[in-house]
């Protein structure tokens, strides 16, 4: 397929800063954005020339957005599949396979253990039953995890030991419960594909969460992710060709002693990955769009030594433009969310220097 002419329309599902930052991306290549998601606090429609606030069930509002659109991609990777299923598939990038896999926590853990990866110990729990012979089987400390829905370590119960368990009350739904891992740091890889197969990564960030969302991502990475980023690309790059991928995907790791530990995959661009606007020839955000475009790929290699992406949570985003008189560069992105809840990402900031961070580590 030739690539879109500038002029052409671009569907975003989802309506997040994920989004907001395609669409951004987007307009600098000369494209237009629509997006599509269900009544909220939808911060893409901002930056977007259309917006279907609808709900995903709804096939007539999907028929005419589609109709407006060249191509369609998401940014949350919860779309549901009949949803992206009702896009002409030919207007599909990347194909819904891609969010089958990814929206089940155990087809995602096998897919991908089925291209050499290790995943911490698990076992499927469906009941009360299971879950007390998972917590033989795995053993504590572990977690219990729905196997679909849930993000920002929203869905996690932790269990550090089987006398606490009594205390989680069994959600209902598919789970899945994992060992606890030990590990030294965190890193994603983060790949483009292009239609035609090529195959770019930017640097792996070490990575930081706190209650199961991401506070930062560091480059350099340190030397154990450094060691261990290869082995971790072979599997994300096998995935990306095995789904015929096109456009920013996404695996997260664990750096252990022992190896990386695959943890989870996003069919999408990646918040560890937000570092890549101001630290990479080109961000995730604009090879996404050259992709699903068909336009050719940009460089990812990271233009400085050291790079710092912190996200802005809650509150401490309403005196964020304090930052900008801080030394340091700080480039600020807001996301323009209305409410700032605590726990919501509500923006991020990245520093990016052509020096080696102070040896005292990077902030907390
Ligand atoms: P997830 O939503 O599965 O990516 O989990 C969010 C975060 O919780 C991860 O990035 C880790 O920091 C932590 N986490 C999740 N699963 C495990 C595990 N099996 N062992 C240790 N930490 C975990």
Redo the contacts with the bound molecule.
């Keep these: 397929m030739s690539a879109l002419p500038p002029g052409s329309t671009i569907g975003i599902l989802g309506g997040g800063q994920l989004g907001r930052m395609l669409a951004i991306a987007a307009a600098q290549l000369g494209y237009r954005c629509i997006g599509y998601a269900p009544k909220g606090d939808n911060v893409a429609a901002e930056v977007c020339i259309d917006f279907f606030e609808n709900d995903w069930n709804d096939t007539e509002a999907l028929a005419a957005f589609a109709s407006k659109c060249d191509v369609v991609t998401w940014e949350f990777e919860n779309v549901p599949l009949h949803t992206v299923e009702a896009i002409p598939a030919d207007r599909l990038a990347p194909h819904p396979k891609a969010l089958e896999v990814a929206q089940d ?1 155990l087809n995602e853990k096998r897919f991908v253990e089925g291209f050499g990866a290790s995943p ?1 110990p698990y076992k499927r729990v469906e009941d009360e039953t299971d879950f007390a012979r998972a917590l033989e089987e795995v053993g504590t400390p ?2 219990l ?1 729905t196997a679909r829905d ?4 929203k869905g ?1 119960w932790r269990v550090q030991s089987t006398h606490e368990a009594d205390g989680i009350r069994f959600p209902g739904v598919a789970c899945v419960y ?6 030294e740091t ?1 890193f994603s890889v983060i790949l483009v594909r292009a239609k035609d197969g090529e195959i770019r990564f930017w640097d792996s960030t070490a ?1 930081t ?1 706190h209650g ?3 506070t930062s991502s560091i480059l350099p990475a340190g030397e154990l992710v450094e060691a261990q980023v290869e082995a971790a690309r072979e599997i994300a790059r096998q995935v990306a060709d095995a789904l015929n991928y096109v456009g920013v995907l996404t695996l ?1 790791f ?1 750096a252990t002693k022992d190896g990386p ?1 695959f ?2 995959m996003a069919p999408r661009v990646h918040n560890s990955g937000h570092w890549s606007i101001e630290g990479a020839a080109t961000s995730q955000f604009e090879n996404h769009i050259r992709a699903i475009c068909g336009l050719p790929l940009g460089g990812t290699e990271t233009r400085f030594v050291s790079v710092d992406m912190r996200n802005i949570v809650g509150e401490d985003a309403l005196a964020a433009h304090a930052i900008l008189s801080e030394d340091g560069e700080p480039h600020l992105h807001l996301y323009g969310k209305r409410e700032a809840r605590e726990g919501r990402k509500m923006g991020h900031v990245t520093r990016v220097s052509h020096s080696a961070p102070p040896a005292t580590g990077p902030q907390t």
């Design positions: 926590r911490a572990g977690i995890k849930g993000y920002d370590g996690q994992e060992g606890m891992v030990h590990f965190e990575n969460h199961g969302m991401l997260e664990f530990v943890n989870e």
